[in-house]
T-cell receptor
Framework: QQPVQSPQAVILREGEDAVINCSSSKALYSVHWYRQKHGEAPVFLMILLKGGEQKGHDKISASFNEKKQQSSLYLTASQLSYSGTYFCGTGVNFGNEKLTFGTGTRLTIIP | ETGVTQSPTHLIKTRGQQVTLRCSSQSGHNTVSWYQQALGQGPQFIFQYYREEENGRGNFPPRFSGLQFPNYSSELNVNALELDDSALYLC???????????FGPGTRLTVL
């Protein structure tokens, strides 16, 4: 089954924070986060592995709760460049990643 | 820039025709995965190739087939095209075991 993302869409002003959630009904080994701008390929943001780790770079970070099979992506002090559709992709096996993607969260940042 | 390239960028075909899409993986990567992305949807896994063999397949019919070459580049072939095959086709390159996949720019296929 496809992971469920929430919210489906969100509009923020520049500088505000956002949280995007990804929930799966399957036991997960990994969660992969991507951002896709209109007409472009998905761009890799980060991968979280089983173990409940939290990762981040710059103002974008993420967590993975393997007990709940949930991951959250945190965007702080959002910038205009953060606009796009965010997808989580889930993997169930180590090293053999055939990702199942959610339906996406459309994030719009306005000045 | 991920270093993953795909050709062609756009393609228009008619129902029943056959199409071949191509992907060159990033240097150092040995695995290519193909995804289909319909408008407004997330990418859907088609299949993965590792060491020139299929290494897993999603819920797609046999008319979707692929190849991987010794230089790790790959092809996706679709026979007997249907209208619903219209989509963005993405390939993703990775080094098996690392988990991280990097997407190419995609091929937009329109079936009329």
């Amino acid at each position: 089954q496809q992971p469920v993302q929430s919210p489906q869409a969100v509009i923020l002003r520049e500088g505000e924070d956002a949280v995007i959630n990804c929930s799966s009904s399957k036991a997960l080994y990994s969660v992969h986060w991507y951002r896709q701008k209109h007409g472009e390929a998905p761009v890799f943001l980060m991968i979280l592995l089983k173990g409940g780790e939290q990762k981040g770079h710059d103002k974008i970070s993420a967590s993975f709760n393997e007990k709940k099979q949930q991951s959250s992506l945190y965007l702080t002090a959002s910038q205009l460049s953060y606009s796009g559709t965010y997808f989580c992709g889930t993997g169930v096996n180590f090293g053999n990643e055939k990702l199942t993607f959610g339906t996406g969260t459309r994030l719009t940042i306005i000045p | 820039e991920t270093g993953v390239t795909q050709s062609p960028t756009h393609l228009i075909k008619t129902r029943g025709q056959q199409v071949t899409l191509r992907c060159s993986s990033q240097s150092g990567h040995n695995t290519v995965s193909w995804y289909q992305q319909a408008l407004g949807q997330g990418p859907q896994f088609i299949f993965q190739y590792y060491r020139e063999e299929e290494n897993g397949r999603g819920n797609f019919p046999p008319r979707f087939s692929g190849l991987q070459f010794p230089n790790y580049s790959s092809e996706l072939n679709v026979n007997a095209l249907e209208l619903d095959d219209s989509a963005l086709y993405l390939c993703a390159s990775s080094l098996l075991g690392t988990g991280t996949q990097y997407f190419g720019p995609g091929t937009r296929l329109t079936v009329l």
